[in-house]
């Protein structure tokens, strides 16, 4: 784990740490949504009105949206049967006897401590790495960058919230956009002002009290002009969760000459729906960059895309899934050119193993006007053998003139000739064929700060033994 | 006994027999080339050797200090001391060429990611890896590339016979080691080679063309044609090659000169 140093959160850490609890609520979790529901969320978390009346709003939407008719089968989701929101306390329901067998044993293989497992396990709630926060949060204060939980950005920064909350996907946008706007709950908020880089990536770990591993998270990025950050959620560890449904929506503002990269390595347990929606609009000059991994969950709908709106902007999605026994990844991106001189490119890599299904689904488009445009397109998908499958689907969209439009796409399998020649140096057919495929995820890897880089191959590695369920 | 022995070996590609039984015996110490036009089954030799998935042995024996290796894989062959300096060396990408040896040389240690002090450390692999480097004239950059990602012919097989030094097999297989390489290359090649030339180390050398011989003198010469052995003998076979040709055997023409790749 790519985290801060651990502290031993046992069960007295309440005592100990001061857990954040401010008032005792009358709030008992229901499964299913009414409007009812809606309105408690938001009267507990103190919400101002227009945040309640958006609720209500995407709740409505949400009920009209139909589900889309492409992609993975997602009839099988029962909304009426979910959580819509917990208290923090109310999610330590599970205890570690019941986390799984194989959850378990990828712990153990990846080393992870204690009270992180416990934490990754949904058996703790809290996951405590104040010490190291502090000293960066004093650091990000001074520079004026604003780094904290949603929920918090709305109470202490309500102007600069409502200015942008929702603008990048409304939530009439699709289904689970309506869904996360009506129950959004935790998630980050990051502002970074004018002309400030910061130089150490943030991640939704540093936060204490975090809940960036809700069902419904929402964040929020802002970089103004000139500014870069480097936002990382997730972690390679499985992230076992009772919740069947994730659907989170990421909202990111990048400003003339700055720069964003958003690197995401999700690993969810594999009864998990995966649904993200994920946007940034990019205006002259500047860049956004999605790095985004997608090992666990039982369906990923995920296409991180990016709308280039003034000259100059640039673009760039790089995705590696991976698909063992029972799992679809359905990932790519979109990359929508406003602007013209602008370019994009999206780069896929996915791996499919023991019957696993990876799609690659992706959209360029051009609106008329955005002429001397370029996007490219790569993706190439590995099968480890026979029963797995993998399908691409891009869609071109072009409406102006002089773009250059490049689109590349292979499916190949681990080659015999490779194989031999590894195992004829004394390689076994396990290790070459996992050096096969960290060979091949090897230009998303090198994105990744080392520690992550490390453990994403250790757990390829994982993977490729068959000891992860 | 030798310590490859080889007894009436038999194999067949795609349903199809390649080598009609042949036998071979080489000790450590010693150098024997394997010579034959093209299709007399000079590669299907060497990727049996090695345990190539492709090919099958329909009968006969292959022992290798005194163990029957046929059963095993390619990579247990490799730790118990064989290898083979690919005719066409393998592109694999996103793995460099340092973590490919490093994970050989760990492979030959029996080291599996659990027991550091098996794993051979980075001080150790430089001492390893770099004195060959010079021989060799490989530039240090080529190790941090991909394998053989971009590498010349000649690039990659030089980089074919580090592996070799590095590794230190008892049993060497060279398998037209020599054929696309310009002079040069195969000066450095040879070079390395009998710097490696020992009493612990056995070579056979399969090759199309004489000129290889000329740079590393064979202690027996073997003329394979047509799936069978027609003439073995010493270094003169060689000679009687450059001269003649496989023309007594097969009508093509004398193989002195190669034409480059």
Same mark, same amino acid.
């Given at each position: 784990?790519?985290?801060?140093?651990?502290?031993?959160?046992?069960?007295d850490?309440k005592?100990?740490?001061g857990?954040?609890?401010?008032?005792?609520?009358v709030?008992?979790?229901?499964?299913?949504?009414?409007?009812?529901i809606?309105?408690?969320?938001?009267?507990?978390?103190?919400?101002?009105?227009?945040m309640?009346k958006?609720?209500?709003?995407?709740?409505?939407?949400?009920l009209?949206k139909?589900l889309?008719?492409?992609?993975?089968?997602?009839?099988?989701?029962?909304?009426?049967?979910?959580?819509?929101?917990?208290?923090?306390?109310?999610k330590?329901?599970?205890t570690?006897?019941?986390?799984?067998?194989?959850?378990k044993?990828?712990?153990?293989?990846?080393g992870?401590?204690?009270a992180?497992r416990?934490?990754l396990?949904?058996?703790s709630?809290?996951?405590?790495?104040?010490?190291?926060?502090h000293?960066?949060?004093?650091?990000?204060?001074?520079?004026?960058?604003?780094f904290?939980?949603?929920?918090?950005?709305?109470?202490?920064?309500?102007?600069?919230?409502?200015?942008?909350?929702?603008?990048?996907?409304p939530?009439a946008?699709?289904?689970?956009?309506?869904?996360?706007?009506?129950?959004?709950?935790?998630?980050?908020?990051?502002?970074?002002?004018k002309?400030?880089?910061?130089?150490i990536?943030?991640?939704?770990?540093f936060r204490?009290?975090?809940?960036?591993?809700?069902?419904?998270?929402?964040?929020l990025?802002?970089?103004?002009?000139?500014?870069?950050?480097?936002?990382?959620?997730?972690c390679?560890?499985?992230?076992?969760?009772?919740d069947?449904?994730?659907?989170?929506?990421?909202?990111?503002?990048?400003?003339?000459?700055?720069?964003?990269?958003?690197?995401?390595i999700?690993?969810?347990?594999?009864?998990?729906?995966n649904?993200?929606?994920?946007?940034?609009?990019?205006?002259?000059?500047a860049?956004?960059?999605w790095?985004?991994?997608?090992?666990?969950?039982?369906?990923?709908?995920?296409?991180?895309?990016?709308?280039?709106?003034?000259?100059?902007?640039?673009g760039?999605?790089?995705s590696v899934?991976?698909?063992?026994?029972?799992?679809?990844?359905?990932?790519?991106?979109?990359m929508?050119h406003?602007?013209?001189?602008?370019?994009?490119?999206?780069?896929?890599?996915?791996i499919?193993?023991?019957?696993?299904?990876t799609?690659?689904?992706g959209?360029?488009k051009?609106?008329?006007?955005?002429?001397?445009?370029?996007?490219?397109?790569?993706?190439?998908a590995?099968?480890?053998?026979?029963?797995?499958?993998?399908?691409?689907?891009?869609?071109?969209?072009?409406?102006?003139?002089?773009?250059t439009?490049?689109?590349?796409?292979?499916v190949?399998?681990v080659s015999?000739?490779?194989?031999?020649?590894?195992?004829s140096?004394?390689?076994?057919?396990?290790?070459a064929?996992?050096?096969?495929?960290?060979?091949?995820?090897?230009?998303f890897?090198?994105?990744?700060?080392?520690?992550?880089?490390v453990?994403?191959?250790?757990?390829?590695?994982?993977?490729?033994?068959?000891?992860?369920? | 006994m030798?310590?490859l022995e080889?007894?009436?070996?038999?194999?067949?590609v795609?349903?199809r027999?390649?080598?009609?039984?042949?036998?071979?015996?080489?000790?450590?110490?010693?150098v024997?080339?394997?010579m034959?036009?093209?299709?007399s089954?000079?590669?299907?030799?060497?990727?049996?050797?090695m345990?190539?998935?492709?090919y099958k042995?329909?009968?006969?024996?292959?022992l290798?200090?005194?163990?029957d290796?046929?059963?095993?894989?390619?990579?247990?062959?490799s730790?118990l001391?064989?290898?083979l300096?690919?005719?066409?060396?393998?592109?694999?990408?996103? @793995?460099?060429?340092?973590?490919?040896?490093?994970? /050989?040389? &760990?492979?030959? $240690? =029996?080291? #599996?990611?659990?027991?550091?002090?098996?794993?051979?450390?980075?001080?150790?692999?430089?001492?390893?890896?770099?004195?060959?480097l010079e021989?060799?004239k490989?530039e240090k950059s080529?190790?941090s590339?991909?394998?053989?990602?971009?590498f010349?012919g000649g690039?990659?097989?030089?980089?074919e016979?580090?592996?070799?030094?590095?590794?230190?097999?008892?049993?060497a297989i060279?398998?037209?080691?020599?054929?696309?390489?310009? @002079?040069?290359?195969?000066?450095?090649?040879?070079? /390395?080679i &009998?710097?490696? $030339? =020992?009493? #612990?180390?056995?070579?056979?050398?399969?090759?199309?063309?004489?000129?290889?011989?000329?740079?590393?003198?064979?202690?027996?010469?073997?003329?394979?044609?047509?799936?069978?052995?027609?003439?073995?003998?010493?270094?003169?076979?060689?000679d009687?090659?450059?001269?003649?040709?496989?023309?007594e055997?097969?009508?093509?023409?004398?193989?002195a000169?190669e034409?480059?790749a």
């Amino acid at each position: 784990m790519a985290v801060a140093p651990k502290i031993n959160v046992g069960d007295d850490y309440k005592e100990k740490y001061g857990f954040f609890d401010p008032e005792k609520f009358v709030f008992k979790a229901k499964r299913g949504l009414t409007d009812e529901i809606i309105q408690e969320i938001s009267w507990m978390k103190g919400e101002p009105e227009w945040m309640t009346k958006l609720r209500l709003k995407s709740h409505a939407i949400f009920l009209k949206k139909k589900l889309p008719t492409w992609g993975a089968d997602l009839s099988v989701i029962d909304f009426d049967n979910i959580f819509y929101f917990l208290k923090s306390t109310e999610k330590q329901g599970t205890t570690w006897d019941e986390v799984p067998e194989d959850i378990k044993r990828t712990f153990d293989k990846l080393g992870i401590p204690e009270a992180e497992r416990k934490f990754l396990a949904g058996v703790s709630a809290q996951y405590e790495s104040e010490v190291v926060y502090h000293s960066l949060h004093q650091k990000l204060t001074d520079q004026g960058v604003v780094f904290t939980d949603t929920d918090t950005a709305l109470r202490e920064h309500p102007d600069l919230f409502k200015e942008y909350f929702g603008t990048i996907i409304p939530p009439a946008d699709n289904k689970f956009a309506a869904l996360n706007t009506a129950v959004w709950s935790g998630g980050s908020f990051i502002y970074v002002p004018k002309g400030v880089h910061v130089d150490i990536p943030l991640q939704a770990y540093f936060r204490i009290n975090a809940e960036n591993m809700g069902q419904f998270e929402r964040t929020l990025i802002i970089c103004d002009e000139g500014s870069f950050v480097h936002y990382i959620e997730g972690c390679t560890a499985p992230i076992y969760t009772t919740d069947s449904l994730h659907s989170a929506v990421v909202e990111i503002i990048v400003k003339r000459n700055a720069r964003c990269r958003y690197t995401t390595i999700q690993n969810w347990s594999t009864n998990v729906y995966n649904l993200v929606t994920k946007r940034a609009v990019v205006y002259a000059d500047a860049t956004m960059e999605w790095v985004d991994g997608n090992l666990g969950s039982q369906i990923t709908m995920k296409y991180p895309s990016v709308y280039l709106m003034e000259p100059g902007a640039k673009g760039d999605v790089l995705s590696v899934a991976f698909a063992g026994k029972g799992q679809h990844q359905d990932a790519g991106g979109k990359m929508i050119h406003v602007a013209p001189n602008t370019t994009s490119t999206i780069t896929s890599k996915s791996i499919s193993k023991g019957g696993g299904r990876t799609s690659y689904r992706g959209h360029v488009k051009v609106y008329p006007g955005a002429n001397h445009c370029k996007s490219f397109v790569k993706c190439d998908a590995l099968l480890l053998d026979d029963e797995s499958r993998s399908d691409t689907y891009p869609y071109n969209d072009v409406d102006a003139e002089n773009v250059t439009l490049g689109h590349e796409a292979t499916v190949s399998k681990v080659s015999d000739e490779q194989l031999f020649y590894l195992m004829s140096r004394g390689i076994t057919l396990n290790e070459a064929e996992t050096m096969i495929v960290n060979g091949f995820i090897e230009p998303f890897t090198k994105e990744l700060p080392l520690e992550y880089a490390v453990e994403l191959n250790r757990l390829i590695q994982l993977e490729m033994e068959g000891s992860v369920g | 006994m030798a310590d490859l022995e080889i007894k009436d070996l038999r194999v067949s590609v795609e349903d199809r027999e390649i080598l009609k039984g042949i036998s071979l015996g080489i000790s450590k110490g010693e150098v024997h080339a394997v010579m034959g036009p093209n299709g007399s089954g000079k590669s299907t030799l060497s990727n049996t050797l090695m345990g190539h998935p492709g090919y099958k042995v329909e009968g006969g024996e292959v022992l290798f200090k005194g163990k029957d290796i046929l059963q095993l894989t390619p990579d247990a062959r490799s730790r118990l001391g064989i290898f083979l300096a690919l005719q066409y060396p393998v592109v694999v990408p996103g @793995i460099t060429m340092n973590n490919f040896l490093r994970t /050989a040389l &760990n492979a030959h $240690r =029996g080291y #599996d990611g659990k027991d550091k002090s098996k794993a051979v450390s980075p001080k150790e692999f430089r001492s390893l890896v770099e004195p060959h480097l010079e021989t060799l004239k490989i530039e240090k950059s080529f190790l941090s590339r991909y394998i053989n990602e971009g590498f010349s012919g000649g690039e990659k097989k030089r980089v074919e016979i580090l592996q070799m030094a590095v590794l230190k097999p008892e049993l060497a297989i060279l398998d037209e080691t020599d054929s696309g390489l310009d @002079i040069d290359s195969i000066k450095y090649v040879s070079a /390395a080679i &009998n710097q490696l $030339r =020992g009493p #612990d180390l056995g070579v056979l050398i399969i090759t199309h063309y004489t000129r290889i011989l000329e740079f590393i003198k064979p202690d027996f010469v073997h003329v394979l044609v047509n799936g069978s052995f027609v003439l073995s003998g010493g270094p003169e076979v060689a000679d009687l090659l450059e001269a003649k040709g496989y023309s007594e055997w097969v009508d093509e023409p004398a193989p002195a000169e190669e034409v480059s790749a």
